[in-house]
């Protein structure tokens, strides 16, 4: 069994600051990337930041410069830090694991968080 377990967001106005967290549990064999999705009304999924096994990142440009992907591999823990907020980013951001398997033969696999809400009001 692996799970994503996502906390952190919620509401706040323009400008502000909000820090989601994803704890990922279960055995886990290799992962190839993690990443912060999010998803407006009517509008389609899209990535947000990703970060690899390797450490590398890469973000969408409408928020470079405002987050931060990082992860502490000793709490099993992807964080995403959100400054300078905008209305705009107001979504259901989901966390994701990209590539997973395991087992060393096994089938790779996609998880997802179950979606947590950021509302920016302004």
């Known amino acids: 069994q692996v799970q994503l377990v996502e906390s952190g967001g919620g509401l706040v106005q323009a400008g502000g600051s909000l820090r989601l967290s994803c704890a990922v549990s279960g055995s886990i064999f290799s992962i190839y990337a993690m990443g912060w999705y999010r998803q407006a009304p009517g509008k389609q999924r899209e990535l947000v930041a990703a970060i690899t096994s390797g450490g590398s990142t890469n973000y969408a440009d409408s928020v470079k410069g405002r987050f931060t992907i990082s992860e502490n591999n000793a709490k099993n823990t992807v964080y995403l830090q959100m400054n300078s907020l905008k209305p705009e980013d107001t979504a259901v951001y989901y966390c994701?694991?990209?590539?997973?398997?395991?087992?060393?033969?096994?089938?790779?696999?996609?998880?997802w968080g179950q979606g947590t809400q950021v509302t920016v009001s302004s």
């Open positions: 994701n694991a990209d590539g997973v398997k395991t087992r060393s033969w096994g089938m790779i696999n996609n998880y």
